[in-house]
């Protein structure tokens, strides 16, 4: 099992910043990815960014980012936790943020990969 709890969710306005945190606990060394994702009212929960965290992998550190978030948002570790730093927040960035959990190399943007959720965090960008 592993515990994840994000944090840092909020109202900001537009071209504002936010940092989320996701706190992680239990079987760690299960993990090969570490993901952030966001959904939307209305709208189906989609991939933000992802990070390789297996020590066992060689593309270890690796990260990948969402066309939509690339150059505002930086995802990142620090020690036990999960960070996404966003940048130059717009509108269209509103939604519930999701730390995610996967053990399967491979497919890093595909939520049925992940094993693990978060409760999710709101983050709400005012025009």
């Known amino acids: 099992q592993v515990q994840l709890v994000e944090s840092g969710g909020g109202l900001v306005q537009a071209g504002g910043s936010l940092r989320l945190s996701c706190a992680v606990s239990?079987?760690?060394?299960?993990?090969?990815?570490m993901g952030w994702f966001r959904q939307a009212p209305g709208k189906e929960r989609e991939f933000v960014a992802a990070?390789?965290?297996?020590?066992?992998?060689?593309?270890?550190?690796s990260i990948y980012y969402a066309d939509s978030v690339k150059g505002r948002f930086t995802i990142s570790r620090d020690n036990a936790k999960n960070i996404l730093q966003m940048n130059r927040l717009k509108p269209e960035d509103t939604a519930v943020y999701y730390c995610?959990?996967?053990?399967?190399?491979?497919?890093?943007?595909?939520?049925?990969?992940?094993?693990?959720w978060g409760q999710g965090t709101q983050v709400t960008v005012s025009s």
């Open positions: 995610a959990s996967s053990s399967h190399p491979g497919s890093y943007w595909d939520m049925g990969r992940y094993d693990y």
């Open positions: 239990g079987r760690t060394f299960s993990s090969y990815y």
């Open positions: 990070i390789i965290v297996a020590a066992i992998s060689w593309s270890g550190g």
